[in-house]
């Protein structure tokens, strides 16, 4: 819900370590309003520019909007520097696997679970947090709802597939149990709008509860306030879509 | 959106990075997002070694890299052709 003036907020913001996949040791960045709870939370994915500033800020958003939020650093195993020097890593190394993110963000799911929760979680991401944030949302129980902002790669050719990306996300649509946000820009070319009417109509053919809103005058990353590909109409009409979206699914 | 298109290159050379100079092994020649150009993909080249953060970072367009390697491959050809190349 919106704030009042009268609030009397207090934040909870903090690093923390959580045991990720395979019981590696990972950092997450983890926010939510003091008091005892319950809450519904929130897993953010960030992107593949990494564990960066817009993240963390995301992650303290919804925390002021009454969530326990948390944000894992996927690139925790490729060691530590600036966030473009990890991300530099990242690349030497052909990205991270999937399999490895999705079980760093289903653990991330249950620390939320095991902190004052209402038992709910939602998924979050975009970009290559997008194709993550439904990897998840089809692989796992965990999570009561998903959105996906603009995930490149959902849609896969065979030749793209490799040990790290083994499984085009949509060949997994009969997995998915839970509502699906989709927001995505008309210029976007990865996902093409050719690629998202491809994942709708995988969807509405198998029956899925989802939701898909397509700016026009916007590409990729227009939620991104830090790169000229921002878009502030479009960016706060999906922001409020994302909002009424986990309000519904997650209270 | 994220290309993950990414050319290493092993090579021997030193590079001048934030702390100085430094030996350099590799040339992680990428297409992709750039942190610093106001454009949606660029090419890239971040020169590293093992130490995380010695590191050279350059980002340009698609019509600057070409340019570039053209250009590298003539100072090559002229250097050969001096008979300077060892």
């Excluded at chain 1, 040990?163 to 996300?169: E, G, I, L, N, W």
């Excluded at chain 1, 976007?188 to 053919?205: I, M, T, W």
Aim: one cysteine or more; glycine letters at 10%; aromatic letters at 10%.
């Amino acid at each position: 819900m919106p704030y009042r003036t009268d609030d009397q907020e207090t934040i909870v913001a903090e690093t923390v370590t959580i045991t990720g996949h395979n019981g590696d040791q990972i950092r997450a960045f983890y926010a939510r309003p003091s008091g005892s709870g319950p809450r519904p939370g929130v897993v953010l994915i960030h992107h593949a520019p990494g564990w960066d500033d817009w993240y963390k800020e995301a992650t303290f958003r919804f925390a002021r909007r009454g969530y326990a939020a948390i944000t894992p650093n996927l690139y925790e195993r490729l060691g530590h520097g600036t966030v473009e020097d990890v991300m530099v890593l990242m690349r030497a190394a052909g990205g991270v696997p999937d399999v490895q993110v999705v079980g760093d963000v289903v653990a991330s799911a249950k620390y939320l679970k095991a902190q004052p929760s209402n038992g709910k979680v939602g998924v979050i991401g975009s970009c290559s947090g997008g194709r993550h944030a439904y990897l998840c949302a089809t692989q796992s129980d965990e999570f009561a709802a998903v959105v996906d902002l603009w995930g490149g790669g959902v849609v896969m050719k065979p030749e793209d597939l490799n040990d790290k990306r083994p499984v085009a996300p949509i060949d997994l649509t009969p997995s998915l149990k839970i509502p699906l946000l989709g927001i995505f820009g008309n210029e976007d070319r990865g996902p093409s709008p050719e690629q998202v009417n491809q994942h709708e109509e995988a969807l509405k053919a198998q029956g899925k509860q989802y939701e898909f809103h397509r700016y026009d005058g916007a590409g990729h990353g227009f939620f991104y306030y830090d790169r000229p590909a921002y878009r502030q109409e479009q960016a706060v009409d999906g922001w409020n879509k994302t909002w009424a979206f986990f309000e519904q699914h997650l209270a | 959106m994220c290309t993950n298109i990414v050319a290493p290159t092993a090579i021997r050379g030193a590079g001048r990075g934030e702390r100085g100079w430094f030996k350099m092994n590799t040339a992680l020649v990428s297409y992709d997002h750039p942190i610093e150009m106001r454009d949606e993909h660029a090419l890239n080249i971040d020169f590293i070694s093992d130490v995380v953060g010695e590191r050279v970072a350059v980002e340009m367009d698609a019509t600057s890299a070409r340019a570039l390697a053209a250009a590298i491959t003539e100072a090559l050809r002229l250097a050969e052709e001096a008979d300077a190349l060892v």
